[in-house]
């Protein structure tokens, strides 16, 4: 394996190990050893989600906007062979296969027992080796509409983005990752293939591997298999522009009625100017996800008070995600009272920020973040995804029980005092139809 | 690490009604145990639901929500939940335990027992006043499971597809949600809904399955310890249900504010786990519509271009098949013409070698990946004994293998329309 240079990171916590390889197109491999498993899977993805709508590509002199709904339409799109739909051929293997694009990823991915090369060829292949038929372009428009129309009589889902476009005034994420009926018509071949040139480069992509399976022959086969336009490394560079986003909110509230049974509720907060990328952006990322836990997981005397008011029902959750530049909370759940909610949530955060964190709390946290994420070691599928999440972001995953371990205390006070800005704050409520 | 044992579950009596099965494994890096309580589906449906959600409430030792939960932070993580599976006309509650195994914990901290012990008070021994449940905590579950079972309309798919049972079995226990009838929920109260749990707890037959890098032996002697209380009076659940005749078809047509129309069809056949070719129907179902090859899938989506999912689903335990299709509301002809066609062209044996073969490798993929999925293993190997059947991964996979086109055809010949539910705007 000629022209390739091969790490190993470990973890002694986990007792697991993660071999990694540069091709020389600049693609990174990376092979986690699964020994007595018998799922073999693989992903492999790009850096590549719907937020990246104005970009200057390699070549090209000035940054241009694309169609809203893109980067999904391009996976669709690469499902499309001339040796027929890739689904097809990875069934007439037995493997199972999906593909998924993110705000900020796209990730094909395949899993199978038997037959692991042939399928891992076909990946490659198909992710590498694009054709843009005009005439399936169309036809995939009436399939992704129906795809869009879907999720708009999902409640979940629209009162999600109804919090993402109140809170967001110009960046991309209030945007909905399939796009509008309108704006995938606009989609063509051309565009499809200039996203396809700027993102779609080795060095914008990841290959995971896991499984039990013989790591030479995993990196021989994936160098010899990958053409990933060899010698592209150098000329490979890309520029994408998001649009500065004001510490203000859109709109404080956003309302749909729906067919649900009951309301569905949301809290957002915004925030600007977020890393994005390496250790800042994990303590970060970390001490938020704990300071949420602690202030309205199950364990919280927040959740204790709201559900034993029934102002919240069992689905009542807190999450925090932060991706190109901005980061946003979203708290809440199913409730009879939306304003009551709201009212007693921002009380509550109120008194958070007076009250601080108690040692013997952060400790038990501490133990329960340790466990779920020692459980989740348990998924091939949780490796490979979150592995390839974290390397987009310049970060090793074992990295993450480390910064756990070593996280402070007055990190995690720091995000409470400043996660919660009254400027950055919107609502959004699903009210049902009658 | 791969060895012969680790595909089966050995099985142990802990005393009459209790039996214990353990998958002794190096793959996971916490302990698994699932716990089923096998019931009947029928007007108790409501209460045996709400029981573990007052359950959840409070134990002797930790009497609150909070108390629980802090509980199970402390024992690093470790996760309860309880779950209701409708199998055919059982009603099975179970419960789910899982605690990162002790060689993975700083010090090697042993967290597993204190879970377990916790998981048997959570059951056996909850808070209590005056011998009842608290009457405050009950009203509040109440209200929860009604929004709960009100709720099954906020997400479409599953909406139609229980809309389209109930259609279809208006006459059966099998038309019962699992989740229960809001209905019912006044006339329950503290009292009646601790005589409920008293009634089923120690009486139903309860399957415990574990799934670890534990010993066999050690683990047996733990869960005796625990887990080893003979059931009381003997309860029994129904035998299999009869076969219901397909009438003339019915068609049912409801209106909600919708932007997609939902298309259902369910069917009987009468192949079940214990009854008929089984094995054929398993891959009929593949062929029609479990794979992304398979005829309504490629039909529906990618020929016509008129849906993003066109599925069909097999029930095993009273020989029903189910087809399900987001669509636009304008195409319903349509979509109805190409799904029936589906149907018929499979009762032709209009089977190509392709179709045969991808779902031949599907199932047999599946079968193979499914060893490494213990949470999945348990269930299945639950369901097959539930039907006096065991579960025998590599006979089972031998088996589909050897199914040809002319039985699958057989078996679809079998397939019966009985209704059409079309949910649109």
Known sequence: MSGTVKNVFRNPTLQEEVQHAVLPSGLRIFFCPKPGFQKKYACYSAYYGSVDRLFRGPGESQPAPVPDGIAHFLEHTLFETPQGNVSDLFSRNGAYNNAATSFSTTTYLFASGDRFYDNLGLLIDFVENPVFQPEKVEKEKGIIEQEIYRYRDDPGWVGYMGLLESLFQRHPIRIDIAGTPESIRRIDSETLHRCYRAFYHPRNMILFVIGDLESEAVFDFAARRSKARAGAARSWEIERSYPPEPAEVERERFEARMEVALPKFLLGFKEVGVPSSGREFLSRELATEFALDFLFSRASDAFQELYQAQLVLDDFSASYHACAGIGYVAVGGETPDPEGLQRRLEELIAGFRERGLATEDFERQKRKFMGGFIRCFNSLEFIASHYTYYRFHDLDLFEVIDTLAGLGKDLIEERIQNLFSPQGKAASVILPKN | ?425
């Open chain 2, 1 to 425: 690490m791969s060895s012969p044992a680790d595909l089966r579950f050995q099985r142990f009596p802990l005393c009459p009604g209790v039996h214990l099965s353990i998958n002794s494994t190096r793959k996971l890096k916490t302990v698994l145990v699932k716990l089923f309580f096998t019931g009947d589906l029928d007007g108790s449906v409501t209460r045996k639901v709400l029981v573990p959600m007052a359950l959840r409430r409070g134990t002797r030792n930790f009497p609150t929500l909070q108390a629980i939960a802090r509980h199970l932070e402390s024992l690093y993580g470790a996760s309860l939940a309880d779950g209701v599976l409708k199998i055919g006309e059982w009603h099975v509650i179970s419960f789910r335990l899982e605690a990162v195994n002790g060689r993975f914990l700083p010090g090697r901290q042993e967290v597993f027992q204190d879970a377990l012990r916790f998981l048997k008070e959570m059951i056996f021994d909850p808070f209590l006043e005056r011998g009842s449940f608290r009457a405050q905590e009950v009203a509040q579950e109440k209200h929860n499971l009604g929004r709960l079972i009100e709720s099954l309309v906020d997400d479409k798919d599953q909406y139609a597809a229980e809309r389209l049972i109930r259609e279809m079995c208006p006459d059966e226990p099998y038309r019962l949600y699992e989740y229960g009838d809001a209905a019912q929920l006044p006339a329950i109260d503290a009292a009646g809904l601790t005589r409920e749990w008293g009634a089923w707890v120690r009486a139903y037959p309860l399957e415990i399955y574990v799934a670890g890098d534990v010993e066999p032996v050690a683990m047996r002697d733990l869960f005796a310890g625990v887990f080893g209380e003979p059931r009381r009076n003997g309860f029994q659940p129904a035998g299999l249900p009869p076969p219901v005749a397909a009438g003339k078809t019915r068609f049912v047509e409801e209106r909600l504010a919708v932007n997609q129309g939902k298309l259902g069809l369910g069917f009987r056949h009468g192949i079940t786990y214990a009854r008929g070719d089984f094995e054929a129907a398993v891959l009929m179902n593949g062929i029609l519509g479990s794979f992304s090859h398979s005829k309504l899938f490629q039909n529906v989506r990618e020929k016509a271009s008129l849906a993003y999912d066109a599925h069909s689903a097999l029930e095993k335990t009273k020989g029903l098949l189910f087809i399900l299709s987001g669509i636009a509301v304008g195409n319903y002809q349509k979509a109805l013409d190409i799904i029936l066609a589906q149907v018929e062209a499979l009762k032709r044996g209009d089977i190509s070698e392709a179709e045969l073969g991808s779902t031949r490798e599907s199932f047999d993929n599946q079968l193979q990946m499914l060893k490494d999925n213990f949470s999945s293993l348990m269930e299945v190997d639950f369901v097959w004994r539930r039907h006096g059947q065991s579960f025998d991964l590599e006979s089972y996979r031998r088996r589909l293998r050897e199914v040809t086109g002319e039985r699958i055809a057989e078996a679809a010949r079998k397939l019966e329309l009985d209704t059409v539910y079309f949910l649109r705007n």
